[in-house]
């Protein structure tokens, strides 16, 4: 929309860049071009605006596929003006003077004609495509259909409309028949993930089995060695008795040994003793046998005399005293002793 100000009964126009302006005075056009800034008089001005930057028109509308169901289908279509005379020339695009904005609705009318355009083609393209077709490939199709259908329009070039871009947002059918077309892939879905559990629980079964058998071959091989262990264990502890009863045999004969070299030590020093002694009393026997009486007497008396307790003094009366001298062979001498 143009900017327009009043100075003493003019008018100043300033216009934008994407603004194409055209300016009529008496018939006669005076001003043509974009972003242009004039003074004029507004009982003598026919103005024009034609916008050319890009558009955006948003559509929504329904359609009817080959098998009766019924469908939304959201698009996009983009479009400039490329041509603003002939535009101006078959549009109303013209502003007020004083105001500058449009006296009538041009975008309304472009709309109408695009959104048209647009469905009839759209329908002409759903109606040859099945509900399953369309949902899966109508988008591009549709989208093509329409693209094409704009581009052969022969009112959209006479206008100076230029078709930019076509969008189709989405093909929807009616939520009942929506739900019903999702049930079978939610069961699928659901086939897929219920497959998918009892996977992972034969999984973790053979999983559980494996590790069980492990488990199972463990133990096993634990017995085998206890056995194993037991088995050098009672090998051990034989050939340990065997070894400390050959140790105690050897040391058994070591003492036997011995013990019989000692008995032989013994009986050989006792014959030696016995020999010893019995040459001491066979020489002590003929010493006595050499001796006097008389001197083995007085060796007996003497004999007794050891063995005897100890006598501090004895009395012998002159009979005895003269009886025991004259047998030693010494003269009497009477005393006390």
Not at 5 to 25: D, E, K, N, Q, V
Not at 149 to 162: F, W, Y
Request: proline share 4%; net charge negative.
């Amino acid at each position: 929309m143009a900017d327009i100000t009043r100075r003493f009964g003019w008018r100043h126009l300033r216009s934008a860049p994407t603004a194409h302006i055209r300016h009529h005075r008496r018939g006669r056009l005076v001003h043509d071009g974009r972003g242009l800034s004039f003074w004029y008089r507004s009982l003598s001005a026919a103005l024009s605006e034609v916008p050319v930057d890009d558009r955006e028109l948003a559509m929504a509308f329904h359609a009817r596929t080959a098998d009766f169901q019924d469908v939304a289908v959201q698009a996009t279509v983009t479009y400039r003006i490329s041509n603003p005379a002939e535009a101006a020339e078959r549009l109303d695009f013209s502003v007020d003077p004083d105001t500058g904005s449009w006296r009538g609705a041009p975008l309304e009318q472009i709309a109408t004609l695009l959104t048209e355009t647009a469905q009839q083609h759209t329908l002409d393209a759903l109606a040859r495509t099945p509900l399953a077709v369309a949902l899966v490939d109508g988008v591009a199709s549709v989208r093509g259909r329409v693209a094409d259908g704009l581009a052969a329009e022969p009112r959209l070039p006479a206008t100076g409309i230029d078709v930019v871009a076509v969008r189709v947002v989405a093909i929807r059918p009616e939520a009942e028949v929506e739900r019903a077309l999702r049930t079978p892939a939610r069961e699928q879905i659901q086939q897929e993930a219920d497959r998918a559990t009892y996977e992972r629980r034969a999984v973790a079964v053979e999983r559980e089995r494996a590790i069980a058998e492990n488990e199972l071959a463990s133990q096993i091989e634990l017995a085998r060695r206890e056995e194993q262990l037991v088995e050098q264990r009672g090998t051990n502890t034989r050939r340990e008795a065997e070894e400390k009863a050959a140790a105690d045999a050897v040391r058994t004969q070591a003492d036997a040994a011995r013990k019989v070299s000692l008995a032989r030590a013994d009986a050989e020093a006792a014959r030696q003793t016995g020999a010893a002694r019995a040459e001491v009393q066979a020489a002590w026997l003929r010493v006595h046998d050499e001796a006097a009486p008389g001197t083995l007497q007085a060796l007996a008396v003497a004999r007794l005399a050891e063995n005897l307790p100890r006598i501090e003094s004895i009395t012998l009366s002159p009979d005895v005293l003269t009886g025991l001298l004259s047998r030693l062979g010494r003269p009497e001498d009477g005393a006390d002793a």
